[in-house]
Structures are given as structure tokens and as C-alpha cells.
């Protein structure tokens, strides 16, 4: 885990005093597994434990469990995982060869079915380096002195990657002529930079939000000038691809009835209604629901108007016939259902851009909201019972 | 919504016919019509009766627009035999389809026509709500119902004064130890001994409607008898007694008489009716068929009946009734002129004149 570094004389204190009663609370198991070369003496051990133990404030180091994870027993754990994933195969009947990761999940789902809400909470295997979070290697030396030139500077990670940073902009507007002309660049679409916890995430480090803009800007401007392919790999580093929204809309075949009037059916679902809606392409403008005319069954304005909406934003009012089927929830919640299935229904008659402007009109994304849970302790949802005072 | 029909009613019979006059606010209610009965294309006006935004008060005049439903029964009209026994048409149809209109529609026609119109707007108002019920005077079982009674009372003088005066009273009645109305008096005075006198007020319906059963079978006028909502006399009342027991529609002496009009033992006029599911009680909102919202009972009372099936609008009647709209300004809103502001108003409403009323209001 990052050490929170706010600044280093504080947290040295901070870590001498917790990093003693840390010595006194665990005995046993947790000092076992620490190499034996770093505890050579009492002094230099304390602070180099408290050093690799990441100490917040008032974090509860028990709770939490070990901070620090050394580089060999990373290693174990990676051991063990590969053999543990070969067994794993071995259990599915499958080659442990070519099992991946998304095999792995498969298997262990099988293996142990949880009907736990929270997908966190479920058990998982997964490699190491993604269960442990990163750690800082170690940085100083034996005599006690930093391996890093910028240790002092708290962050050293952060301030040497900006030092690296602005030398090569400082050496490619050296060898740039004074007319910096600008290469095509991939940026536009399709890459972003790095968020700022993405980045404090690379650099195991905390960062503000200022320090995060500036190293931005840096990047911005090394971008605008010409650069070759090795500060291409270094951009590249910091930038992450943008998957774009392509997911196409399923169109439903259009099918023929007897007449030859052609016909596509769908469905909508909203809460907990549920609604099937068949879509005729030459009509009058007529709405069956349930067998009954819509203006009988839904006889409120606001239930009609939310069936109207997708004829009227395809300014196709009159045009088409429907005849739908719908159950479950309530009257607003049938219209809504009614509403996705016409909708969906109708992208098999239009043209795909009209696609396009429906779905971002929202016409074709199902609603997700359901009702939440009555919590204990509360009276509903989130209405939490009289406060009295006394 | 049928206050404004209520209103409406009085004023018919000042209209000088043919003519589509357009009164000022003052005498708010006249209805005109086109009076091209044979080409049903012609639909110029349409007719808007919320009380709450009332178009009859803000655009001066009241106007109905003619349909098929109701040029069918003023053909049938037309030619009514009045030797036969009364024919009864019976107007039906999904809720806000325009079956009151197309009653308003007749019974102007037959007052210009100068037949005498009973008109009782809404009969479910007799079987609910009623904040005084006496024990009849005239029949002990029966009920009375006061107020009910003076209001309709009060309705038929205006709608029909002249008459009053030339109906002459067939029976001597006594109403009380002072008061008797003689033979030979004219009907004006029964009504009002029935106006002034509000606990006979009952009684003196029954005996206007008595008499003038009389006097069409005798041929000397023209009855049409016009009910809106007539499932109400069959159905059940949400009134109840001292004791809270219920009370059955028959024992209620205003609906008796009226069952006893609506029968077709009379001759020298018409009968026309209306369902309506809209005060019904204890009716589902989707029924609107006859037997469904009568009950076997009435039909029974009512069999045989012509019925006429009043529906929603055709593209024509809608975009006549869009355009009456436009033309008096009641559609403020930008997009409404637009063609796609109709095709919305035309799906929101599903050309359901109540509907399309209901909305435009909003515009």
C-alpha cells in the first residue's frame, strides 16, 4: 500500500511510536516472515519496520491486517497461485496450460456458489499482484542512506518523474528548430491521459491536485512538439485507450404476417413490468394494450404522452399501428415498459442514424432504477425513523 | 361538466332559427347550429361544457357541432308517428364521446320545433347526494326529495313557459286543507304550488309529468322526453334512511314517476335517453353498454329501445372541432397551429372529444 507521506519528520514520529506498539501487538506470525537481513539492529529494525509499515493516522493497523508485504513472500504467493491454477484445471477436467484468468473465475464460481449481493465480497482467486496492493521497494540502503538522489523531497517518485519529463522537453526544444511543427498526434480520440488515481496508483505515491495538473501540462506540452519514437513509448505510458461506445444496437428482424404488412416485434421492461409490444408499419396511429384501446387503459395524460414520445420524437404520429402486451408493476411503470419495447420495435424501420439520435435521446436504454431495499434500523429506504430527542 | 349543459338548456327556445347569432356575454347561452342537416361534411363548431374553464363563458356563444349520431336521431325524429306509442332511442357510447351533446343537439331541434321538452339533465343527481329526504305525503312507502324537485321544478318553468299557460290541469289536486289546485286550471299554477310549497315539490312533478302524458296522448302537443343518465334509475342509490338501511331507486317517488315516463304506454312524442357512466355508482369505468350499465332490470323496462352508438371522432369532426379552437384562440400555446401539435393532440386524445377538451384546456 502507499505510504501516506504528508511530510517526513511527522511521519517518522508518527511511525516510531505506532511501529513500537506494532512490535509489542504482533509477535508470532508477523515477524517470521520478514528477511533476516533486516533485522540486523534494534534501531535501524524499528525504523525500517515502520518504515515498510504503512502508517496512516489513526489507521487500525490490527484491523487491517499486515501493511507490508515483502518481495519473497510476493513471490510465494505467486507460486502458490500458479500451482493452485494448475490444480484448478486439473479439478475442471480442462488443460492447465491454456486456462486464463476468466476460466479461473468461471471455475470458482462453480466451485463455490455465493448468493452474496456484493460481487466484492464473493470469493475470488486471482494473481497476486492484484490482490496485493503495490508497495514502495525498499530505499535505503544498509548504512542507512536513501538509494534515491530525491529522497529528501518526501516524494520521489513523483518529483523525479517531472525532473525526467521536462529534460526531455527541455532537450527536444534544443533540437527542435524554432519553428515547432506538429506531427500528427495520436491523442485526439480514442486515448486519454492517466486519471490522478491512475497516476498515484503508477507512482505509489500521494499526490495533489495541482501536482497531477502540472505533470499534465507538462505532457501537453511535450506533445506539441516533435518528438521521436522514444518519447513516444514514454507518452504512451501515460495515456489510456477510450472504448468507444459501439454497442450497436440489436435491430430485430422484421417479420411478415399474412397480409404482407411487415411487423417487429420487442420488448421493454421497467421496474417490474414487463411489456411485449408488436409494431405494424403501415397503420393509423392506433395503440392496443391488453386488448383495450390506450386511451381507456391508460387514462391518465402523463402515461400516454410517455407512448407518444418515440412516434413523435421519429415524427412518425399517425404512422404506425401497435399492439402490445403488458404485465406487472404499476400504471407508470407499464408505460415505461410500453415505451422501451415500441422504441426498440421501431429501430427496425428507420434508418441507423435515427438510430443513433434515439438512443441518445435515451429512447433505448432501459431504465435502471428499481426499488431500493427497506434498510433495518430505518423506516424505509432512507426515511429514518423520528429522531427524539429525549 | 354538466352544469354548463344545465345552463345551456334554458336559453333554447329565444333562438331564432337558422340564424347563427353570436350574443354577447350577457345571454351567454344560446346554441346555434348549421343547419345543413343533410350534408353531415359540414361540421363547423364544436361544443366545450367544463364549468372550470368554461368556453361557453369565455368565447360568448355556445356552439354545437353537428354529428352523425345526432342527425340520425333527428331523422328519425323527423318522422315520428304520434299515433304510435312512444319510441324510445337510447344513446350509448364510450366515456366523453359527446352523448350529452348529441342530446343538447335534439332537444333544440325539437324546440324549435316547438314540442315540449322534459329534459332532466342528469338523473344520478336524484340518487345521491340528497341532503333531505321526506316520507312521501301522497304514498306512504315512497320517498320525497324536496330540493331535487323544486330544481327541476324551477328548470321546466323557464324551459317551458308558454306552455305552462295553454296546458290545461285535467284533475283537481289538493295539496293541503287550504290549498287545491281546481280542474281546468293551468299547469303554470301546479308548478308553482310545487315551487313555493318545496315539501309538495315532489308531488307536483309527479303530477306535471302525469298530465302531460295526458295531454300528448290526447294529441294536443308534442312531448319529448329527454333523460340523461337514465341508468341511475335502475341502479342503486348510496342514500340511506334514519336507520342507515339503504333505499332502492323505486322507492324514491322522483325516480318512480319518472320510470312511469319513460315507459312507452304514451303516444305523441318521443323518448330520448342517455347512459352515462361518468356519475354511475357502482358501475366499473369500462362499462358502457347498455346492459351492462342498465342491469337486467332496465333493460327490461326499457326493451324495446333504438339504440345509437355515439363514437369518437372522426379525423374530419376532429379537425373541425381543432380548428373552432384555433379560431376563438383557445389553444395559446406556439406549437399548436402546427401540424405536429395536432397529429400530438390527435394521439393524446385519441380523438376522444372529452379528452381532446380536457387538454386543450391546458393549452
Same mark, same amino acid.
Given at each position: 500500500?502507499?505510504?501516506?507521506?504528508?511530510?517526513?519528520?511527522?511521519?517518522?514520529?508518527?511511525?516510531?511510536?505506532?511501529?513500537?506498539?506494532?512490535?509489542?501487538?504482533?509477535?508470532?506470525?508477523?515477524?517470521?516472515?520478514?528477511?533476516?537481513?533486516?533485522?540486523?539492529?534494534?534501531?535501524?529494525?524499528?525504523?525500517?519496520?515502520?518504515?515498510?509499515?504503512?502508517?496512516?493516522?489513526?489507521?487500525?493497523?490490527?484491523?487491517?491486517?499486515?501493511?507490508?508485504?515483502?518481495?519473497?513472500?510476493?513471490?510465494?504467493?505467486?507460486?502458490?497461485?500458479?500451482?493452485?491454477?494448475?490444480?484448478?484445471?486439473?479439478?475442471?477436467?480442462?488443460?492447465?496450460?491454456?486456462?486464463?484468468?476468466?476460466?479461473?473465475?468461471?471455475?470458482?464460481?462453480?466451485?463455490?456458489?455465493?448468493?452474496?449481493?456484493?460481487?466484492?465480497?464473493?470469493?475470488?482467486?486471482?494473481?497476486?499482484?492484484?490482490?496485493?496492493?503495490?508497495?514502495?521497494?525498499?530505499?535505503?540502503?544498509?548504512?542507512?542512506?536513501?538509494?534515491?538522489?530525491?529522497?529528501?523531497?518526501?516524494?520521489?517518485?513523483?518529483?523525479?518523474?517531472?525532473?525526467?519529463?521536462?529534460?526531455?522537453?527541455?532537450?527536444?526544444?534544443?533540437?527542435?528548430?524554432?519553428?515547432?511543427?506538429?506531427?500528427?498526434?495520436?491523442?485526439?480520440?480514442?486515448?486519454?491521459?492517466?486519471?490522478?488515481?491512475?497516476?498515484?496508483?503508477?507512482?505509489?505515491?500521494?499526490?495533489?491536485?495541482?501536482?497531477?495538473?502540472?505533470?499534465?501540462?507538462?505532457?501537453?506540452?511535450?506533445?506539441?512538439?516533435?518528438?521521436?519514437?522514444?518519447?513516444?513509448?514514454?507518452?504512451?505510458?501515460?495515456?489510456?485507450?477510450?472504448?468507444?461506445?459501439?454497442?450497436?444496437?440489436?435491430?430485430?428482424?422484421?417479420?411478415?404476417?399474412?397480409?404482407?404488412?411487415?411487423?417487429?416485434?420487442?420488448?421493454?421492461?421497467?421496474?417490474?413490468?414487463?411489456?411485449?409490444?408488436?409494431?405494424?408499419?403501415?397503420?393509423?396511429?392506433?395503440?392496443?394494450?391488453n386488448?383495450i384501446d390506450?386511451?381507456q387503459y391508460?387514462p391518465?395524460?402523463?402515461?400516454?404522452?410517455?407512448?407518444?414520445?418515440?412516434?413523435?420524437?421519429?415524427?412518425?404520429?399517425?404512422?404506425?399501428?401497435?399492439?402490445?402486451?403488458?404485465?406487472?408493476?404499476?400504471?407508470?411503470?407499464?408505460?415505461?415498459?410500453?415505451?422501451?419495447?415500441?422504441?426498440?420495435?421501431?429501430?427496425?424501420?428507420?434508418?441507423?442514424?435515427?438510430?443513433?439520435?434515439?438512443?441518445?435521446?435515451?429512447?433505448?436504454?432501459?431504465?435502471?432504477?428499481?426499488?431500493?431495499?427497506?434498510?433495518?434500523?430505518?423506516?424505509?429506504?432512507?426515511?429514518?425513523?423520528?429522531?427524539?430527542?429525549? | 361538466?354538466?352544469?354548463?349543459?344545465?345552463?345551456?338548456?334554458?336559453?333554447?327556445? =329565444?333562438?331564432?332559427?337558422?340564424?347563427? *347569432?353570436?350574443? &354577447? /356575454?350577457?345571454?351567454? +347561452?344560446?346554441? @346555434? $347550429?348549421?343547419?345543413?342537416?343533410?350534408?353531415?361534411?359540414?361540421?363547423?363548431?364544436?361544443?366545450?361544457?367544463?364549468?372550470?374553464?368554461?368556453?361557453?363563458?369565455?368565447?360568448?356563444?355556445?356552439?354545437?357541432?353537428?354529428?352523425?349520431?345526432?342527425?340520425?336521431?333527428?331523422?328519425?325524429?323527423?318522422?315520428?308517428?304520434?299515433?304510435?306509442?312512444?319510441?324510445?332511442?337510447?344513446?350509448y357510447?364510450e366515456k366523453?364521446?359527446?352523448?350529452?351533446?348529441?342530446?343538447?343537439?335534439?332537444?333544440?331541434?325539437?324546440?324549435?320545433?316547438?314540442?315540449?321538452?322534459?329534459?332532466?339533465?342528469?338523473?344520478h343527481?336524484?340518487?345521491?347526494?340528497?341532503?333531505?329526504?321526506?316520507?312521501?305525503?301522497?304514498? =306512504?312507502?315512497?320517498?320525497?326529495?324536496? *330540493?331535487?324537485? &323544486? /330544481?327541476?321544478?324551477? +328548470?321546466?318553468? @323557464? $324551459?317551458?313557459?308558454?306552455?305552462?299557460?295553454?296546458?290545461?290541469?285535467?284533475?283537481?289536486?289538493?295539496?293541503?286543507?287550504?290549498?287545491?289546485?281546481?280542474?281546468?286550471?293551468?299547469?303554470?299554477?301546479?308548478?308553482?304550488?310545487?315551487?313555493?310549497?318545496?315539501?309538495?315539490?315532489?308531488?307536483?312533478?309527479?303530477?306535471?309529468?302525469?298530465?302531460?302524458?295526458?295531454?300528448?296522448?290526447?294529441?294536443?302537443?308534442?312531448?319529448?322526453?329527454?333523460?340523461?343518465?337514465?341508468n341511475?334509475?335502475?341502479g342503486r342509490?348510496?342514500?340511506?334512511?334514519?336507520?342507515?338501511?339503504?333505499?332502492?331507486?323505486?322507492?324514491?317517488?322522483?325516480?318512480?314517476?319518472?320510470?312511469?315516463?319513460?315507459?312507452?304506454?304514451?303516444?305523441?312524442?318521443?323518448?330520448? *335517453?342517455?347512459l352515462s357512466q361518468t356519475g354511475s355508482l357502482f358501475k366499473p369505468q369500462t362499462a358502457y353498454l347498455p346492459h351492462e350499465l342498465l342491469g337486467?332490470?332496465?333493460?327490461?323496462?326499457?326493451?324495446?329501445?333504438?339504440?345509437?352508438?355515439?363514437?369518437?371522432?372522426?379525423?374530419?369532426?376532429?379537425?373541425?372541432?381543432?380548428?373552432?379552437?384555433?379560431?376563438?384562440?383557445?389553444?395559446?400555446?406556439?406549437?399548436?397551429?402546427?401540424?405536429?401539435?395536432?397529429?400530438?393532440?390527435?394521439?393524446?386524445?385519441?380523438?376522444?372529444?372529452?379528452?381532446?377538451?380536457?387538454?386543450?384546456?391546458?393549452?
Amino acid at each position: 500500500m502507499a505510504a501516506p507521506c504528508v511530510s517526513c519528520c511527522r511521519g517518522l514520529s508518527y511511525r516510531l511510536f505506532l511501529g513500537l506498539r506494532v512490535n509489542f501487538a504482533q509477535r508470532q506470525g508477523y515477524w517470521q516472515t520478514l528477511p533476516v537481513d533486516a533485522q540486523t539492529a534494534p534501531e535501524s529494525q524499528i525504523l525500517r519496520l515502520i518504515h515498510t509499515t504503512v502508517v496512516t493516522t489513526k489507521k487500525n493497523v490490527s484491523a487491517s491486517g499486515r501493511d507490508s508485504y515483502t518481495e519473497d513472500f510476493i513471490k510465494k504467493q505467486i507460486e502458490e497461485f500458479n500451482i493452485g491454477k494448475r490444480h484448478l484445471a486439473n479439478m475442471m477436467g480442462e488443460d492447465p496450460e491454456t486456462f486464463t484468468q476468466e476460466d479461473i473465475d468461471r471455475a470458482i464460481a462453480y466451485l463455490f456458489p455465493s448468493g452474496l449481493f456484493e460481487k466484492r465480497a464473493r470469493p475470488i482467486m486471482k494473481h497476486p499482484e492484484q490482490i496485493f496492493p503495490k508497495q514502495r521497494a525498499i530505499q535505503r540502503g544498509e548504512d542507512g542512506r536513501p538509494f534515491h538522489f530525491l529522497f529528501y523531497t518526501g516524494r520521489q517518485s513523483y518529483y523525479s518523474l517531472m525532473h525526467d519529463t521536462y529534460g526531455k522537453l527541455l532537450q527536444l526544444e534544443k533540437h527542435n528548430d524554432p519553428f515547432p511543427q506538429k506531427t500528427e498526434s495520436m491523442n485526439p480520440i480514442g486515448s486519454r491521459w492517466l486519471i490522478k488515481e491512475e497516476l498515484e496508483e503508477m507512482l505509489v505515491e500521494k499526490l495533489s491536485d495541482q501536482d497531477y495538473m502540472q505533470f499534465i501540462w507538462l505532457l501537453e506540452k511535450l506533445l506539441t512538439l516533435q518528438y521521436g519514437p522514444a518519447e513516444e513509448e514514454f507518452i504512451q505510458r501515460f495515456r489510456r485507450s477510450v472504448t468507444i461506445q459501439s454497442q450497436k444496437q440489436l435491430i430485430e428482424p422484421l417479420q411478415y404476417d399474412e397480409q404482407g404488412m411487415a411487423f417487429s416485434t420487442s420488448e421493454g421492461r421497467r421496474k417490474s413490468a414487463r411489456a411485449e409490444a408488436v409494431v405494424y408499419e403501415r397503420g393509423s396511429g392506433k395503440i392496443r394494450v391488453n386488448g383495450i384501446d390506450y386511451l381507456q387503459y391508460f387514462p391518465i395524460t402523463q402515461d400516454r404522452e410517455q407512448l407518444m414520445f418515440p412516434f413523435h420524437y421519429l415524427d412518425r404520429l399517425g404512422k404506425h399501428d401497435v399492439i402490445c402486451t403488458v404485465s406487472g408493476g404499476g400504471r407508470s411503470a407499464q408505460a415505461g415498459a410500453i415505451r422501451l419495447a415500441m422504441a426498440k420495435a421501431l429501430c427496425s424501420f428507420i434508418t441507423e442514424d435515427e438510430v443513433e439520435w434515439m438512443r441518445q435521446a435515451g429512447l433505448l436504454t432501459s431504465d435502471p432504477r428499481v426499488r431500493e431495499r427497506k434498510k433495518p434500523g430505518q423506516e424505509g429506504a432512507r426515511r429514518k425513523f423520528t429522531w427524539k430527542k429525549r | 361538466m354538466l352544469k354548463g349543459v344545465r345552463k345551456l338548456i334554458p336559453r333554447v327556445h =329565444k333562438l331564432d332559427p337558422g340564424c347563427l *347569432l353570436r350574443m &354577447s /356575454t350577457q345571454a351567454p +347561452r344560446s346554441i @346555434t $347550429t348549421h343547419s345543413d342537416d343533410q350534408l353531415p361534411v359540414q361540421r363547423p363548431r364544436a361544443i366545450c361544457r367544463t364549468p372550470e374553464s368554461d368556453p361557453v363563458k369565455t368565447f360568448g356563444e355556445a356552439c354545437l357541432m353537428v354529428r352523425k349520431p345526432a342527425l340520425e336521431l333527428l331523422q328519425y325524429l323527423k318522422n315520428t308517428n304520434f299515433t304510435h306509442p312512444a319510441v324510445r332511442y337510447l344513446l350509448y357510447g364510450e366515456k366523453g364521446t359527446g352523448k350529452t351533446l348529441s342530446l343538447c343537439h335534439v332537444i333544440h331541434f325539437c324546440a324549435k320545433h316547438n314540442w315540449l321538452t322534459l329534459h332532466v339533465p342528469d338523473a344520478h343527481l336524484w340518487v345521491k347526494n340528497c341532503r333531505e329526504l321526506l316520507r312521501s305525503t301522497y304514498n =306512504k312507502q315512497r320517498l320525497d326529495q324536496p *330540493l331535487e324537485a &323544486s /330544481t327541476w321544478l324551477r +328548470r321546466f318553468k @323557464t $324551459t317551458n313557459e308558454h306552455f305552462l299557460s295553454q296546458i290545461k290541469v285535467e284533475e283537481k289536486y289538493i295539496w293541503n286543507k287550504r290549498e287545491s289546485t281546481e280542474k281546468g286550471s293551468p299547469l303554470g299554477e301546479v308548478v308553482e304550488q310545487g315551487l313555493m310549497r318545496v315539501r309538495n315539490a315532489t308531488d307536483a312533478v309527479g303530477i306535471v309529468l302525469k298530465e302531460l302524458k295526458r295531454q300528448s296522448c290526447l294529441g294536443r302537443l308534442q312531448l319529448l322526453v329527454a333523460v340523461d343518465g337514465v341508468n341511475a334509475l335502475w341502479g342503486r342509490t348510496t342514500l340511506q334512511r334514519e336507520d342507515k338501511s339503504p333505499v332502492a331507486p323505486e322507492e324514491l317517488a322522483l325516480v318512480h314517476n319518472l320510470r312511469k315516463m319513460v315507459d312507452n304506454d304514451w303516444h305523441g312524442g318521443a323518448i330520448v *335517453l342517455t347512459l352515462s357512466q361518468t356519475g354511475s355508482l357502482f358501475k366499473p369505468q369500462t362499462a358502457y353498454l347498455p346492459h351492462e350499465l342498465l342491469g337486467k332490470e332496465g333493460f327490461d323496462a326499457l326493451d324495446p329501445f333504438v339504440p345509437i352508438l355515439v363514437s369518437n371522432y372522426n379525423p374530419k369532426e376532429f379537425e373541425s372541432s381543432f380548428q373552432y379552437y384555433l379560431e376563438n384562440n383557445w389553444l395559446q400555446h406556439e406549437k399548436a397551429p402546427t401540424e405536429e401539435g395536432k397529429k400530438e393532440l390527435l394521439f393524446l386524445s385519441n380523438s376522444n372529444p372529452g379528452q381532446l377538451e380536457r387538454l386543450c384546456a391546458y393549452l
